[in-house]
């Protein structure tokens, strides 16, 4: 007896699926932008290099464009970028954080934008702690770079201390006993990140051929030797910092000669 097998025959039936997919003409670059400034002839002096974050070409279809949001391929979405201007492109920790670019053609039609510097205000105030931030350039769907920048300052000492003539009085030789004592007052504020690294500020009070009775010395009344460094402040890493330094003048009247007397004193504050 013949046998028939019969197969049987699952037929599964898919709907239609459309996708469409965008694409950059280049692959899209990440750069990141290391921005250390220090305190100096140039304040504010660049050390994070130039740094190459867009190739395209200029045909006209499109323009340079910025944004901190990451854009789709021909957005026209963000400012349209200004070659070889401070451009405004972030408030971080309330300080105004702005980016600036050159632009040169190398040829073969090519345009190619130098990423510069990334920037804070200018003021002191300003360059306490570190800062960080993301943005993206891009010119129509022919390139787009996502830029990683990172801002900080060197840590660098503001130091302020009396100028001019400091006058302690007038002794009176008919009144025995008196000492004439005048404080000196200064201020170290250390600004700057420290990256965890420790500072400290010390002062050194160099001085020769005081004149008879006069003398030095710290608010505790402890004698001053010209030379000897003081430690003004433990290492720390917690900075910005402010230090307060004071060191008194004095003169005996009874050890002084009679007349004007006037001496010099260097003092030297040093942070490390």
Not at 32 to 51: D, L, V
Not at 100 to 110: C, L
Request: with cysteine; net charge neutral; charged share 15%.
């Amino acid at each position: 007896m013949l046998k028939k097998f019969q197969k049987i025959v699952l037929l599964l039936f898919l709907g239609a699926f459309q996708t469409v997919a965008f694409a950059w003409d280049t692959p899209p670059q990440v750069y990141n932008m290391n921005n250390r400034y220090t305190q100096g002839g140039n304040e504010g002096t660049n050390f994070g290099g130039r740094i190459q974050t867009l190739t395209y070409i200029d045909d006209g279809s499109s323009q340079v464009r910025y944004s901190l949001t990451q854009p789709t391929e021909g957005s026209t979405s963000g400012e349209v970028f200004k070659f070889a201007t401070w451009l405004k492109l972030d408030v971080v920790n309330g300080n105004n954080i702005v980016f600036r670019a050159e632009n040169y053609e190398p040829g073969d039609n090519k345009t190619v934008l130098w990423g510069t510097r990334v920037a804070g205000k200018y003021d002191r105030e300003d360059k306490d702690g570190y800062m960080s931030g993301v943005f993206y350039i891009w010119y129509g769907k022919q390139a787009m770079a996502t830029i990683n920048w990172t801002l900080m300052y060197y840590p660098f000492p503001a130091i302020a201390v009396p100028s001019g003539v400091i006058d302690l009085g007038i002794c009176h030789k008919s009144v025995s006993g008196r000492v004439l004592t005048k404080p000196v007052n200064s201020t170290i504020a250390i600004h700057g990140w420290s990256n965890g690294v420790p500072y400290s500020a010390t002062r050194t009070l160099t001085f020769s051929n005081l004149p008879d009775g006069v003398s030095f010395t710290e608010g505790d009344g402890m004698q001053i030797t010209s030379g000897i460094t003081k430690m003004l402040s433990s290492p720390t890493t917690s900075i910005p910092i402010t230090i307060s330094d004071t060191f008194n003048a004095r003169l005996d009247c009874d050890q002084a000669k009679v007349g004007v007397q006037t001496w010099r004193a260097n003092v030297t504050y040093t942070v490390d």
